[in-house]
């Protein structure tokens, strides 16, 4: 199997800016979980739901859920290193495929908030959406860590976040040799 690294973080903290960045890199292959890597679910059947937007009682009882098999195929087949872009609400239970984690961290509310409006797109878009992310950070950032998550303060200019996950990649592809 490939080294794998995951880059993830909840809505609006520069995942799909960080893959496009990375996409360029000859020596490794990029994958962003929305690109069918991840489902949504019912939580208490686990079957595949159609997403419903601007539904409160649907985020409620709705989860973003890897399709770890499929995820598991392209690292394997790899011949480049692979870096994972995306969130889902399971990631921590398939934290083995990963050689490393970077977790993009919001700061607090306000900014959460403040890069949400300023998105064109993606998830978070409405109040129901907005308001999973604001009550899912804290708690996701937290498990990320404890996984042994490297933090990166998502506010940074993005060439900082792109130097810090280069040079832990790095290091570690050297120390895989």
């Known amino acids: 199997m ?6 993830t973080g909840l809505g609006g903290t520069g995942k799909s800016t960080l893959e496009r960045i ?8 990029t994958y962003d979980i929305d690109d069918g890597y991840a489902e949504w679910r019912d ?3 686990g079957r595949p739901v159609e997403y419903v937007p601007n539904d409160s009682a649907w985020n409620a ?6 399709r770890r098999e ?13 870096l994972v872009f995306g969130m889902t609400n399971d990631l921590d239970q398939h934290a083995d495929l990963f050689s490393k ?3 993009l961290e919001y700061p ?3 900014t959460i908030r403040n890069r949400l409006a300023g998105r064109k797109e993606g998830f978070g878009k409405n109040e129901p959406e907005i308001q999973r992310i604001l009550r899912d950070y804290l708690p996701y950032q937290s498990v990320m860590r404890q996984l042994g998550g490297i933090a990166i303060d998502c506010t940074l200019p993005i060439e900082d976040v792109v130097g810090i996950i280069r040079n832990h990649i790095d290091v570690s592809t050297l120390n895989k040799e």
């Open 2 to 7: 490939s080294t794998a690294f995951l880059i």
């Open 22 to 29: 990375f996409r360029q890199d000859d020596s490794s292959i």
């Open 43 to 45: 939580k208490q059947t």
């Open 61 to 66: 009882r709705s989860t973003w859920a890897l």
């Open 70 to 82: 499929l995820l598991e195929e392209k690292i394997r087949e790899s011949a480049k290193r692979v």
């Open 101 to 103: 984690i970077f977790i």
């Open 108 to 110: 607090d509310e306000q």
